[in-house]
């Protein structure tokens, strides 16, 4: 292969031709399909039945968490439901009475107050940018204002 014969290297040029020239439709094939791919108008067209199918899908899952959520809601109004759970709240009331009005450490009560200065600065500040953004009002000029000299012509 080390020739290096005229022949063996237009034959090798022609070989290399034909690679990049099959190389280049098979990118521009996969470019092609790639734009198919994500043609959502030409999918539905292909693919009805698909399309139709997730709709109902999506639509099923939907519905059955809001029927699950109105459901949930119902049952938690229902008075059975409010006793069974104020019987629980007064078991564990009475299993840790020591737990029901804990006072708050110094640790929390330092951090609550960290926050509220925080969240207190914060507004004054975003109050006093906002309140001196805006321009005064404008005096509606009237006719005849005190000061002014009018000329007739």
Known sequence: ?????????????????????????????????????????????????????????AALVVGGLVALAVRSRR?????????????RAISRLMEHPDRVATEQSVRDKILAAAGIAAGTALTKRLVDRFVAATPPPRRARGNGAAGEVRTHA
């Open 1 to 57: 292969m080390k020739d290096g014969s005229p022949a063996s290297v237009s034959r090798v040029s022609g070989e290399i031709e034909a690679l990049r020239n099959d190389i280049g439709s098979l990118v521009a094939e996969l470019d092609r399909r790639r734009h198919e791919l994500f043609d959502l108008r030409l999918q539905a067209k292909r693919h009805p039945v698909a399309v139709i199918a997730t709709g109902v899908a």
């Open 75 to 87: 049952e938690a109004r229902r008075p059975s439901r409010r006793a069974r759970e104020m019987s």
